[in-house]
């Protein structure tokens, strides 16, 4: 019948070809590296005509130059148009770009938290707040310092809760 060779199944894992082919690890996950970042290698590798040490060597380098300069600007592209250019431009530098671009994920990450904070803590209350009663009782000398409500607080508060009203509508939150 020729000749067979024993080819693992598709979806089985690292152990699992290890397992069949007799195969070690480590030579499992450097022939992956070759399948992944040079796969025109492959075929040499299979036949013998290629050492799967030196495609591996070949593999890695590539892998390193994906991991470049060029590539790190092109993907800082996608994400920050601005910042690519500046470094195009000789402005910044693509280290620098790059810890701009994570100094700026953090703080929107914080300015996320602390409105999410305010808004749990003020939205709720004013909730509970409801009726002619409550705001009957108001008594402007017992509010704390700058912090008395007047008309133009409650139009500034009435215009926030509409925008908060479309943005959960917008972003379909519950």
Known sequence: MGDT??????????RDIEEQLGV????????????????????????????????????????????????????????????AARVVEGELTLQGAW???????????R???VATQLLCE?????????????FALYDPQFAPPGRAVTREVIAHAATALQEIASVWKERELP
């Not at 060779?5 to 690292?14: E, I, Q, W």
């Not at 290629?50 to 993907?75: F, H, I, P």
């Open 5 to 14: 060779k024993r080819v693992p199944k598709r979806g089985h894992t690292v």
């Open 24 to 83: 070690a690890r480590a030579v499992i996950g450097r022939a992956n590296v070759v399948w992944q970042h040079a796969p025109e290698l492959v075929d040499s590798v299979i036949s013998g005509a290629v050492g799967l040490d030196r495609a591996y060597e070949t593999a890695r380098q590539k892998k390193a130059q994906t991991d470049s300069a060029e590539a790190q600007l092109a993907k800082l592209h996608n994400e920050d148009p601005a910042l």
């Open 99 to 109: 810890a701009e671009r994570k100094a700026r994920q953090e703080e929107e990450t």
């Open 111 to 113: 300015q996320r938290r």
């Open 122 to 134: 003020v939205l709720p209350s004013l909730a509970q707040v409801r009726g002619s009663k409550t």
